[in-house]
């Protein structure tokens, strides 16, 4: 009996060292997850990715991509997420997706990173290096292995120019300036190149001189319509100039110091690619010039189809009209008259039956043309107010427009008001915000009476409620 007790004692105990070994082994694989991390190239996830998209991007097996990184749930990935590129062995570091800054390009981002041209290429996909497809806003993959020189001044290697002359200007050596570059010698830099330049401290934006501390575009950017803002801090004592598609760029003083230029964004230019010039001198009279690939964006504006008579598409007396209107909205005056936020220049500011940047095509196709301001219904004899101060610099009839009145309000920024029926101001008079300009109607070409209003800024028309809703320095 005794030993029948004894040997079950003995079967339980066997048992359950059975049990703890296949404890043990089940723990096994929870031991592993304490080892080091795999070697790897990271990538930190960006809004929009989907592992889909990232496993396309990097050429990557989608299975590879869930395996590496040992995802459960392969639909709940977060922004920020750090995953691990499996099968990539050329580069090492973390991703990143950098978004092209105004001021940048592809030399001075690929010199901020230190990556050689076939890497940036390799990364981005580039069929050729100095690729001259990105443009401003643009996601640029850099990695960041070699770290990033934030902090050294950067010049930009001037077409037909020298790495030895760079070398002078800047008061580096031509083999420190190479060795700092990674360049296999001084003969080996190219013309737009950006290189550092350890001898001078503090760098401007992308390859522009230190001077120039910094280079900044406002909120929506290069958008068909928009009103395109670029403040530079730099001295008070240089000049700036630039262009952009066609348009000068006019830089005006700001009263806490730097610089600031308004552009009107042409509607026709949505989806083109331009060129942004930022040049000048600095007070020594040293030139300086910086360009970079711009692409111009849809705003999404609304289209429509009319069919009218075709005696009122007379083109001839459209553009004459229009080259007429041009000439004096385009001109600039260098004081700003206005320093608070704009006004309405109509009561009734919820009846807008026509916006800005509507797209019109007449009779099938045979003439289009962008609506340039809004219309305000509502009827005639409405009041017509001033949203700024400003100088009135015509006020006539004339065939499409009617009774036309433009007011300039200073660095090239001035306000249009179409078919009124009366109108109360004459060139040359100063206006106040709210004064009275005019009362509504419906002269020119018209189906009835409204209050058409246009804003131009460098000679370009723009969303004019864009001016009501912020205020522009
Ligand atoms: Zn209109």
């Keep these: 009996?005794?030993?029948?007790?004894?040997?079950?004692?003995?079967?339980?105990?066997?048992?359950?060292?059975?049990?703890?070994?296949?404890?043990?082994?089940?723990?096994?694989?929870?031991?592993?997850?304490?080892?080091?991390?795999?070697?790897?190239?990271?990538?930190?996830?960006?809004?929009?990715?989907?592992?889909?998209?990232?496993?396309?991007?990097?050429?990557?097996?989608?299975?590879?991509?869930?395996?590496?990184?040992?995802?459960?749930?392969?639909?709940?990935?977060?922004?920020?997420?750090?995953?691990?590129?499996?099968?990539?062995?050329?580069?090492?570091?973390?991703?990143?997706?950098?978004?092209?800054?105004?001021?940048?390009?592809?030399?001075?981002?690929?010199?901020?990173?230190?990556?050689?041209?076939?890497?940036?290429?390799?990364?981005?996909?580039?069929?050729?290096?100095?690729?001259?497809?990105?443009?401003?806003?643009y996601?640029?993959?850099?990695?960041?292995?070699?770290?990033?020189?934030?902090?050294?001044?950067?010049?930009?290697?001037?077409?037909?120019?020298?790495?030895?002359?760079?070398?002078?200007?800047?008061?580096?050596?031509?083999?420190?300036?190479?060795?700092?570059?990674?360049l296999p010698g001084t003969w080996a830099a190219l013309p737009g190149d950006v290189l550092f330049t350890p001898a001078r401290q503090g760098g401007g934006p992308g390859g522009l001189p230190g001077e120039i501390r910094s280079l900044e575009m406002s909120a929506p950017g290069f958008i068909q319509g928009a009103t395109l803002q670029l403040t530079v801090d730099a001295p008070d004592d240089i000049s700036l100039g630039g262009d952009f598609a066609g348009h000068s760029l006019n830089f005006f003083p700001l009263d806490d110091g730097g610089w600031v230029s308004l552009q009107g964004i042409p509607l026709e230019a949505v989806g083109g690619r331009f060129t942004l010039e930022i040049n000048g001198a600095l007070a020594d009279g040293t030139p300086f010039a910086f360009a970079q690939p711009v692409r111009v964006l849809n705003a999404g504006y609304e289209r429509a189809n009319l069919t009218v008579s075709p005696e009122l598409l007379d083109e001839q007396l459209t553009a004459s009209e229009l080259a007429f209107v041009r000439g004096i909205m385009s001109q600039v005056t260098p004081e700003r008259m206005w320093s608070r936020g704009w006004g309405w220049p109509h009561d009734l500011v919820n009846n807008i039956t026509s916006g800005f940047g509507l797209f019109r095509t007449y009779n099938a196709g045979l003439a289009s043309s962008y609506h340039t301001g809004v219309d305000f219904g509502g009827g005639a004899l409405l009041a017509i107010y001033a949203p700024a101060?400003?100088?009135?610099?015509?006020?006539?009839?004339?065939?499409?427009?009617?009774?036309?009145?433009?007011?300039?309000?200073?660095?090239?920024?001035?306000?249009?008001?179409?078919?009124?029926?009366?109108?109360?101001?004459?060139?040359?008079?100063?206006?106040?915000?709210?004064?009275?300009?005019?009362?509504?109607?419906?002269?020119?070409?018209?189906?009835?009476?409204?209050?058409?209003?246009?804003?131009?800024?460098?000679?370009?028309?723009?969303?004019?409620?864009?001016?009501?809703?912020?205020?522009?320095?």
């Design 1 to 137: 009996m005794a030993t029948n007790w004894n040997s079950k004692i003995w079967l339980f105990s066997l048992w359950a060292a059975l049990l703890a070994a296949l404890l043990l082994l089940s723990a096994a694989p929870v031991a592993a997850q304490d080892e080091p991390e795999p070697e790897g190239v990271r990538y930190v996830v960006q809004p929009g990715d989907t592992l889909s998209s990232i496993s396309v991007r990097f050429d990557v097996p989608l299975n590879d991509l869930i395996e590496a990184n040992s995802l459960i749930n392969p639909n709940n990935l977060n922004v920020g997420d750090v995953l691990v590129i499996p099968g990539i062995d050329w580069i090492q570091g973390t991703l990143v997706l950098q978004p092209l800054a105004v001021g940048e390009d592809y030399f001075s981002l690929r010199r901020r990173y230190l990556l050689s041209d076939a890497d940036m290429a390799r990364l981005n996909r580039f069929t050729s290096t100095s690729p001259e497809q990105i443009y401003v806003g």
């Design 139 to 182: 996601q640029v993959m850099v990695a960041t292995e070699h770290g990033e020189l934030a902090d050294s001044a950067r010049a930009a290697l001037p077409p037909g120019g020298s790495l030895l002359e760079l070398a002078v200007a800047s008061g580096d050596s031509p083999w420190s300036l190479a060795a700092a570059n990674q």
């Design 389 to 473: 101060p400003g100088r009135v610099a015509f006020a006539g009839p004339l065939d499409i427009r009617g009774n036309a009145t433009i007011i300039d309000h200073g660095w090239g920024v001035f306000t249009g008001y179409w078919h009124q029926a009366e109108m109360y101001v004459s060139v040359g008079d100063v206006v106040e915000p709210g004064q009275v300009i005019g009362i509504v109607g419906g002269t020119g070409r018209v189906n009835g009476p409204h209050l058409h209003w246009e804003l131009w800024v460098g000679g370009v028309p723009v969303q004019p409620l864009d001016w009501l809703a912020r205020l522009y320095p």
